[in-house]
């Protein structure tokens, strides 16, 4: 029974002076540190009655204490729950319903958090202070290791469960095709609870290679610095990632002599940005990969030799991952039409916690439906073309339009309200909010109030108002017919 948590043990024998990860500040924790902190952290649970099987919830921002507490959790054999730090009481108390969590682990040092009733707040520190569990991990194959929520389809978030057997198999396939050894150390400005920066701790600790925390893309030239300041092999991100970097970064003014790859997902690289990363690091792989939550992150990715003339693909299915175009039928597609893309693999989730029908939903025969539209061409090279759900990408982060549109409506005199994602030249998408004409309210009273409700990344960016909010028969937002009239070439702040 294969455990996530064997690869830190490994290393932490074999280099228990590795460097295993550098924070911002400069402090950097080896492999030893890592596993010792993680011992104690896994007999503070122990002491605290955590059991296999159980759900810790981590409320902590990406370092030493987040790492401690994840592989603290996943030796004990219970289920971890990251969820950042800035969590809003709503969204916490959705989690705390459905995944029943025993214990919250928080960071006092962080700001304040919410308070939950019936859950125990244990600081990070306290439960690090007992005696270490030096025990075997408990658990491990099949078992969850950690649930991960996601906006997904619906407007509430859903648990994705990953076993150890799926995390492992996703991080496989990508320490096989972006060639990992432990001399790499990847530059981190995505947040370890989500899919994409958790990826980037499993395939490190997988090889023994580290992680260097850049910062916050808020501050684009910091990032850029310690990029250069860390000797950076790899650097990971979204589409706002590098745009940012190349608008705000002043990356033409760094040396990065140890740059070997970049890797981006979570929607299409603009081929201008592509293009300017080349030019400016013209010896540099870049990696275009496609994936979601549900499949423990990876799915494809695009080989960088195929850049030139397949820019806007996502590639093929990656090692380990079977990816095909299908009609609604079932029937693989031809060249040129348009079907669903659909995954099989080891990498796939267990389900969504607590909530079979959404599974059955798209888990159909062993087989992930996406929800992506794409198409393909004559050397099975897939185009995503569109998507069947309403999820909006903005920057790093998914959010559903339902979940906005109900908490707006909240406001007293707002009765309907239709959330739309628009197209943005750094952020991929940005949220507008959508009244019909003499009911929309000023977009700083929107803000304010939703201030609170939802995280800042779920609020609107713009209002607008329009003549008429097309529907269907049944009365659905019909989104693309709205996006249409608002316009398709949008770049509003």
Known sequence: MRHIAEDLI?????????????????????????????????????????????????????????????????????????????????????????????LLVVDPGRGATPELSDLARHPVEELSRAAPLEESPAGGGTDIAQIIYTSGTTGKAKGVT??????????????????????DRVGVVLDFVYSYGNSLLQTHCRVGGSLALLGSMAFPVNVAERLE?????????????????????HLENHSLPSLRYLTCAGGALPTANLHRLQRLFPDVKVFLMYGQTEASARLSYLPPQQLRGRPNSIGTG??????????EDGRPISPGEEGEIVASGENLMTGYWNDPEATAAVIVDGKLWTGDLAMVDEDG???????????????????????????????????????????????????????????????????????????????????????????????????????????????GD
């Open 10 to 102: 490994r290393w932490a024998r074999e280099g228990p002076e590795s460097p295993f990860i550098t924070e911002e500040s400069g402090q950097t924790y080896t492999y030893g540190e890592v596993l010792g902190r993680a011992r104690r952290f896994a007999g503070g649970l122990i002491e605290s009655g955590i059991q296999p099987g159980d759900r810790v919830l981590l409320l902590l921002p990406n370092g030493i204490d987040y790492l401690a507490a994840y592989y603290g959790t996943l030796l004990v054999g219970a289920i971890a729950v990251g969820l950042q730090p800035g969590t809003t009481t709503r969204a916490l108390e959705h989690v705390t319903a459905n995944c029943q969590p025993k």
């Open 162 to 183: 990953l076993s150890h057997a799926a995390l492992r198999a996703n991080t496989d396939g990508i320490v096989e095709y972006l060639e990992l050894t432990a001399s």
């Open 229 to 249: 300041q860390r000797a950076c092999t790899g650097l990971s991100g979204v589409p706002s990632t590098f745009a940012l970097l190349l608008q705000r970064g």
């Open 318 to 327: 990656m090692p380990g991952v079977t990816l095909e175009v299908l009609a």
């Open 381 to 491: 090279f897939i185009f995503i073309t569109g998507r069947r759900s309403d999820l909006i990408k903005t920057g790093a982060y998914r959010v559903h339009p339902k979940e906005v549109e109900e908490a707006i409506v909240e406001m007293d005199g707002i009765h309907e309200c239709v959330v739309v994602g628009a197209p943005h030249e750094t952020w991929g998408e940005v949220i507008v909010a959508c009244f019909l004409k003499g009911t929309a309210p000023p977009l700083p009273q929107v803000r304010k109030h939703l201030r609170g409700k939802l995280p800042e990344y779920k609020w609107p960016r713009e209002v607008f108002e329009v003549d008429q909010l097309p529907r269907t028969a049944s009365g659905k937002a019909k989104r693309r017919e709205l996006l249409a009239l608002l316009g398709a070439d949008r770049a």
